[in-house]
């Protein structure tokens, strides 16, 4: 009988089908059919590089087995299949391969994957919610946030748990799933938002989370969630996400990238500092894009929040009788206050929004980096390794 093996699996309940696994492995090992994305166990050779990408967490799931299963199984589950008791077996548990057991540990402790929670980050809770078993949380109220004339119909959803656990971390995301059922008359799978709240609550200690979705063309979850009224009823996943969180170290200083939407978790990142830390918190730098001002989500509130706490640089792509700018070109006319920022090992990075964005600031960050005689990739390396560099862009 050959020796236990420990193998890499996907939880069906949890996952999203967003598929950034499958785009992510550098080895092909990762395929889906029309019912679940799964491992293929002939291929994966443990790289973890998966792990960090997938939104949700699902992605984390071993078993020990001393047959693996194989993709036929592994597109049939509804869920995952309990740990097999393999003790009467062959060697047993401690005949695994030392090699693959220090992998195994390393991705259950984020030390394998590419990116890490900032070390003084609190500990997220994840995955207490999922498709089989929703949170019911019921609408507080539904506020529109861009003007009605500006072409962006942007909404700030207050979503209440009353006295359902529901603990919730700045820069966490939950799933929102849309009522009715797919062409195959199953349940529609849950759409991912971030939290544009602090962990405690929309309104301090009321239990509620706040949410910022734009209304997309044909979007079967943004127009149901953009039509909530309040007192509706609405199905709620996760929380998910357990790297793109805020040091809880008040001498760190955030540099902070967005563009429309994206804005939601440096939202909760800015009231998370006015409500804890307000007087004694290092620098908070924001770059906020979108098209113009009524069409930049929290224009008004943002405004207020004083320089000392928060720098803003709002950046506008569609002003009449004004160039074009986005978020990248003025994070060069800003270069001094990046360079300063790079240059500081209390400063962490933060990016979030349109997947497009990430080469243009990639690019601004790497000329700025070389004027101060930085290496840009080494530099980022260093500050990922150090879980103060992170992404999330879609
Ligand atoms: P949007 O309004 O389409 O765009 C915002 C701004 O970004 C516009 O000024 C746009 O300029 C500009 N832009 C376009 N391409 C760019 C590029 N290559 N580099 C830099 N700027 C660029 O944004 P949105 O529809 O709100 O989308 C934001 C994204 O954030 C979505 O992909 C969303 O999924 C994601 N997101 C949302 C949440 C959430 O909780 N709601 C959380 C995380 C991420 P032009 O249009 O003039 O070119």
């Not at 792990?51 to 589950?77: A, H, K, M």
């Not at 079967?220 to 969180?245: H, I, M, R, W």
Request: net charge negative; with cysteine.
């Amino acid at each position: 009988m050959s020796a236990p093996l420990k193998q890499h699996l996907i939880d069906p309940e949890i996952c999203i089908r967003c598929y950034t696994c499958e785009m992510t492995c550098p080895i092909e090992a990762i395929t889906h059919d029309d019912n679940n994305v799964v491992v293929d166990a002939e291929i994966c050779n443990f790289c973890m590089d998966c792990i960090p990408v997938c939104p949700t967490g699902s992605i984390d799931e071993w078993r020990v087995v001393n047959t693996p299963y194989s993709l036929e199984e592994q597109f049939s589950w509804e869920e995952l299949p309990a740990q097999e008791d393999i003790s009467e077996c062959g060697g047993g548990i401690e005949a695994l391969d030392p090699a693959i057991e220090a992998l195994l540990a390393e991705a259950h402790g984020g030390a394998g994957g590419r990116s890490k929670a900032p070390l003084s980050a609190a500990k997220p809770t994840i995955n207490m919610y999922n498709l089989g078993k929703p949170a019911t949380a019921r609408v507080q109220g539904n506020y529109r946030l861009t003007a009605a004339d500006s072409g962006a119909d942007v909404r700030h959803i207050i979503l209440e748990f009353g006295g359902l656990p529901f603990p919730i971390l700045e820069g966490q995301s939950v799933g929102i799933i849309p009522p009715g059922v797919d062409a195959e008359g199953k349940p529609h799978l849950p759409r991912l938002y971030s939290a544009s709240s602090p962990r405690d609550g929309e309104r301090p200690h009321f239990n509620n989370l706040s949410l910022t979705v734009k209304r997309e063309d044909q979007g079967l979850c943004s127009n149901y969630v953009c039509d909530l009224q309040k007192g509706d009823e609405v199905q709620v996943t996760g929380p998910f996400g357990a790297t793109f969180l805020m040091p809880d170290d008040p001498a760190a200083r955030l540099l902070m990238i967005c563009t429309g939407t994206g804005s939601a978790p440096f939202r909760a990142f800015t009231m998370r500092r006015q409500r804890a830390m307000a007087g004694e918190a290092g620098d908070m730098v924001l770059f906020f894009g979108a098209r113009a001002p009524d069409s930049l989500p929290y224009f008004g509130p943002l405004k207020k929040v004083p320089d000392r706490l928060l720098k803003k640089h709002m950046v506008f792509s569609r002003l009449k009788d004004t160039a074009k700018e986005y978020v990248q070109d003025r994070m060069m006319v800003e270069q001094d206050q990046i360079a300063d920022l790079l240059a500081d090992t209390k400063t962490h990075v933060y990016i979030c929004g349109l997947r497009g964005m990430e080469q243009g600031v990639e690019q601004s960050f790497k000329n700025i980096a070389e004027s101060i005689g930085l290496s840009w990739e080494a530099t980022r390396d260093v500050m990922r390794d150090e879980g103060r560099y992170h992404v999330e862009t879609y």
